[in-house]
């Protein structure tokens, strides 16, 4: 009698962009494909930074793997530990180009859309694991209003009438790309391989949240 297909989980990363010519959000989530992780296979996916177009290659994904829980990660120069996102704002405002040459401004990614969507992730548990583990780590209050969250919102508008969860994660820059970035922190694409597990394992097994306080003044 065959073996019953394992549960799946899809992680994305995104392709270089901002004149850089790696990505560690990509370099970090590949490594995990065909892991199994708390009785879930890891599927992999990279997305294009480009607004409309990365949703649609997120869409495909989704229906390919059908998984139960998406995860999807971004790099943000400049933030020092793993940042777990806790909304997703419905409005692209580019300050820089996307890598189609695209810069919307002030446009509302679903226009039928609400304003905003909450990760409905673990993402306090997650927080207390990796700081348990030592890994830096900070729930992020906002995502952005670039491609990140762009992907985000739409990630969770997809997964709106599915018993899927979602969210996502800011990474910092890698050690190579700090370098040619003096005084950004950095950190290194194993230790985001690390905590991706961990997070990972957590939100796949925690049903109640933490109560922990992680909110921000500004």
């Known amino acids: ?18 004149g850089e010519s790696v990505n560690p959000s990509w370099q970090a989530v590949a490594a995990l494909e065909g892991e199994v992780i708390a009785g879930h296979r890891v599927r992999t996916r990279c997305l294009s930074v480009e607004f409309g177009t990365a ?9 390919s793997t059908r998984p139960a829980l998406v995860l999807c990660l971004g790099q943000a120069g400049g933030r020092p530990a793993m940042s777990l996102e806790r909304v997703a704002i419905n409005v692209d405002d580019a300050r820089i180009p996307d890598n189609a040459g695209a810069r ?5 990614i679903e226009p039928r859309g609400p304003a905003a969507y909450f990760t409905d992730l673990p993402i306090k548990s997650m927080l207390a694991a ?22 985000f919102y739409g990630l969770m508008h ?17 050690p190579e790309q700090a370098a040619a ?18 997070a990972l394992q957590v939100a ?13 003044e500004h």
Not at 5 to 11: D, K, N, T
Not at 186 to 191: F, K, P, W
Not at 204 to 216: I, K, P, R, S
């Open 158 to 174: 997809a997964l709106r009438r599915r018993t899927a969860r979602g969210g996502f994660i800011h990474i910092p820059y890698s």
């Open 55 to 63: 949703i649609d290659e997120l869409q495909r994904a989704i229906r």
């Open 204 to 216: 796949l097994t925690t049903t109640v949240d933490a109560m922990l306080a992680a909110g921000a």
């Open 1 to 18: 009698m065959p073996t019953p297909a394992l549960p799946q989980v899809l992680l994305t990363g995104f392709a270089p962009f901002g």
């Open 104 to 108: 919307p401004i002030d446009r509302p």
């Open 130 to 151: 990796l700081r348990q583990a030592s890994i830096p780590a900070e729930v992020s209050q906002t995502a952005g209003t670039f491609v990140c969250n762009h992907v």
């Open 181 to 198: 970035h003096p005084g950004a922190p950095s950190l290194e694409v194993a230790t985001v391989q690390e905590g991706l597990r961990l």
